[in-house]
């Protein structure tokens, strides 16, 4: 499946030492542009026939031992929430479940983020979605 190596890509670490040289995107720039781009991908399918593998190939990034892969991860659902909204809310079933175990990360940056995505998604459902984590 194409999506598996494109989401991949979230668990790499960037290279070490390439602050010092020009024409290289920061890791932040870069982790925005993943961030936009799968996002942007999901938006442009505009079929949840499509977004369903790529939605639950991004929440598995967010079970990574490592912060980077869960960060990238919620900012990537947070994208699919903010842009598809109210079509996104077919997946409230899958990501509850991810978002739970996400606000008892010991991150805090994670659970924010986590509680940031729960309340635009209990704004978009106009429902308390407490109840299901």
Known sequence: ?????????LVIDPPAQLDD?????????????LVACIGQ?????????????????????TRSEKLRPKILGLRIVKYFVENLKEEYLVFIAETIPFLGELLE??????KSLAQEILREMESLSGESLRQYL
């Open 1 to 9: 499946m194409l999506l598996r190596p494109i989401v991949s890509q």
């Open 21 to 33: 040289r020009m024409n290289i995107p920061s890791e932040k720039e870069v982790d925005d542009l």
């Open 41 to 61: 991908m999901a938006v442009t399918a505009g079929s949840d026939l499509l977004w369903k593998p790529l939605n639950h190939e991004v929440l598995m990034q």
């Open 105 to 110: 990360d010991v991150e805090l940056s994670v």
